[in-house]
Nanobody, 121 residues
């Protein structure tokens, strides 16, 4: 059974950095495409950064140059390093996984529980 457990969220001031992690259980991690998505109150869930099984990455324009997605296949863990954070980055951040490469579309099959990131001005 696929299980994704996100952690590492918190509160930070604008301009600061934060790293969130997503530990995967129950499947052959290296064969899946993984991604980070976020959802702010009253807004739709949006793709932030995704990485396919070969390591190719795609970023939303709003985070390019500030966020970096990476993974450690030996630890079955996905990371999102966030720098130069802005108040508009405040949201619940979710990790997701699928055998299909959906790019930034929030149509992945498996989802973690989310971790809150709050950026104050």
């Amino acid at each position: 059974q696929v299980q994704l457990v996100a952690s590492g969220g918190g509160s930070v001031q604008a301009g600061g950095s934060l790293r969130v992690s997503c530990k995967a259980y129950g499947y052959a991690y290296s064969t899946y495409c993984m991604g980070w998505f976020r959802q702010a109150p009253g807004k739709e869930r949006e793709g932030v950064a995704v990485i396919d099984s070969t390591g190719i990455t795609t970023y939303a324009d709003t985070v390019k140059g500030r966020f970096t997605v990476s993974q450690d296949n030996a630890k079955n863990t996905l990371y999102l390093q966030m720098s130069s954070l802005k108040p508009e980055d405040t949201a619940m951040y979710y990790c997701a996984a699928d055998l299909v490469w959906w790019y930034l579309s929030p149509t992945y099959t498996y989802w973690g529980q989310g971790t809150q990131v709050t950026v104050s001005s």
